[in-house]
C-alpha cells in the first residue's frame, strides 16, 4: 500500500522555498533495496531495535505507506535524503523494492533536510539533537540566529542544546541513554567544574534525584562558591555539598553543616519533637 502525500511537513516545507514545487516535480518510482544507501549526513547514530521490529511487522501486513526520499547519484545508486529508519525496516521485512521520491539535491540540503526530518519524526535525543545543530554551524557556517531561522526553533532552545556538548563525555552518554533527563542535563551544565558535574550526574544514578533536587544542590553549590569568594576564606568542598544532600534525603530534614577556617566543624541534625528525635536515632541504628 502507498500513500502519496500532497505536501511536505511543515519542517521541511520551511527549511526549502520551493518545497511545493520539488514535492510536485519529483517521481515517486519503485527502487530496490540493493541499490540503496545510507545518508552519510544521517544525524540519527543509533535505532532503536525494538522500533524497528514493530515497524518492520507493519510493513510486512500492510505495506509501507510512506515513501522514503532519495537522490540519484549513479545510474544505479541512490543515497538516502530522509527516511533511513523505514529502509532499514524494510530491509528487515524482507522487502526487495520499496517506493521512493527520488529528488536532486546537494550536500547542504541534504544535511538539512535529513536533520529536519528527523527532529520531527523520529525523536533524535538531545545530543543528537545538539550534535547535528553544531554541524549545521560549522558546515554551513550559519550563527545561531540564523539556524533558528532554518530549523524553526527559537534561538534560546539551539543555545540550550548546544550548551549540552560542553558537559563531560559520560554525562553526555547518560543522556543518550536516558540515565537522566534533558531537565537534569541542563541543571548540571550550570555547574562550572567538571569534576563536580560527574559527581552529580554520579549521585543522580546512585540515588535518583529529580530535576528539582538538582537544581536545588547546583544553586546551593554556586551560592556556596560565591559566598567563599567574597569572604576569601577556605571554601566550603562542593564534594560536602552532595553528602549534605544525601543527609537530607536520608534524615528528611535539613541537615546544617559548620566548618571553621582550620576545617573543623560540626554536623547538626535538627529535630521537631520527642517523636521526630525517635525516629531519627531508628534511621541511625539501621545504618549499622
Known amino acids: 500500500m ?20 520539488m514535492q510536485q516535480s519529483a517521481g515517486m518510482d519503485e527502487i530496490e533495496l540493493s541499490k540503496i544507501e545510507a545518508n552519510p549526513f544521517q544525524p540519527r547514530s543509533k535505532f532503536d531495535d525494538e522500533a524497528l521490529q514493530e515497524l518492520s511487522a507493519s510493513i510486512k501486513e500492510i505495506g509501507l505507506i510512506q515513501p522514503i526520499t532519495l537522490r540519484k547519484i549513479s545510474d544505479d545508486k541512490y543515497q538516502i535524503i530522509a527516511g533511513e529508519r523505514r529502509f532499514r525496516a524494510s530491509q528487515l521485512a524482507g522487502l526487495k523494492k520499496i517506493p521512493a521520491y527520488v529528488r536532486k539535491a546537494k550536500d547542504d540540503g541534504m544535511l538539512e533536510m ?10 533524535l535525543d538531545a545530543i543528537e539533537i545538539a550534535l547535528s ?9 550559519y550563527t545561531q540566529e540564523e539556524l533558528s531561522g532554518r ?14 556538548l560542553k558537559l563531560p563525555a559520560i554525562v553526555q552518554k547518560g543522556l543518550i541513554d536516558k540515565q537522566i533527563s534533558m531537565g537534569h542535563a541542563r541543571a548540571i551544565i550550570n555547574i562550572e567544574e567538571a569534576d563536580t558535574q560527574i559527581m552529580i550526574f554520579e549521585q543522580i544514578i546512585k540515588h535518583g534525584f529529580s530535576v528539582r533536587k538538582v537544581e536545588e544542590l547546583v544553586r546551593d553549590l554556586n551560592a556556596n562558591g ?7 576564606k577556605p571554601k566550603f568542598p562542593k564534594e560536602y555539598q552532595v553528602v549534605k544532600t544525601q543527609l537530607d534525603k536520608l534524615f528528611d530534614t535539613r541537615i546544617d553543616f559548620a566548618m571553621n577556617d582550620k576545617g573543623k566543624g560540626k554536623i547538626t541534625i535538627p529535630f521537631k519533637s520527642q517523636e521526630d528525635l525517635e525516629r531519627i536515632v531508628k534511621i541511625i541504628e539501621n545504618q549499622k
Do not use: P
Open 114 to 123: 535529513a536533520l529536519v526530518e528527523n527532529i520531527q519524526r523520529e525523536d
Open 133 to 141: 545543530y553544531q554541524r549545521l554551524m560549522d558546515e554551513l557556517e
Open 226 to 232: 560565591e559566598k567563599a569568594s567574597d569572604t576569601k
Open 151 to 164: 530549523v524553526g526553533k527559537k534561538r534560546s532552545t539551539i543555545a540550550n542544546y548546544l550548551r549540552l
Open 2 to 21: 502507498m500513500v502519496k502525500r500532497n505536501a511536505l511537513g511543515r519542517g521541511l516545507g520551511a527549511l526549502i522555498d520551493d518545497a511545493e514545487k
